[in-house]
Nanobody
Framework: QVQLVESGGGLVQAGGSLRLSCAAS????????MGWFRQAPGKEREFVAA???????YYRDSVKVRFTISRDNAKNTVSLQMNSLKPEDTAVYYC????????????????WGQGTQVTVSS
């Protein structure tokens, strides 16, 4: 069955960096866009970044110069490099997949990982 497994979350001080990874299995990675979303306590799940099958990238404005999404199609993985982290980046981060072009709404995506916690202390 389809599985998306995130890793790399943790506790970091403001200004620090983390790299999240998502390993996909159980479906053909080909043709799928991959996205990262996050959800803080008491808030709605929000779009963070996405990458198309061809490598085009998209970001929410607040992370655009700090985060970088990338993918390795040979290894069926997608990563999110997060630099200059801020306390407001604290959330559970989710990896998601959808066939075709990228989406920025959570309900655009068919498959989801279980999430990984990122906590940024001030």
């Amino acid at each position: 069955q389809v599985q998306l497994v995130e890793s790399g979350g943790g506790l970091v001080q403001a200004g620090g960096s983390l790299r999240l990874s998502c390993a996909a299995s159980g479906y053909s990675f080909s043709g799928y866009s991959m996205g990262w979303f996050r959800q803080a306590p008491g808030k709605e799940r929000e779009f963070v970044a996405a990458i198309s099958w061809s490598g085009s990238t998209y970001y929410r404005d607040s992370v655009k110069v700090r985060f970088t999404i990338s993918r390795d199609n040979a290894k069926n993985t997608v990563s999110l490099q997060m630099n200059s982290l801020k306390p407001e980046d604290t959330a559970v981060y989710y990896c998601a997949a959808r066939y075709g072009s990228y989406g920025s709404r959570w309900d655009d995506y068919n498959y989801w990982g279980q999430g990984t916690q990122v906590t940024v202390s001030s």
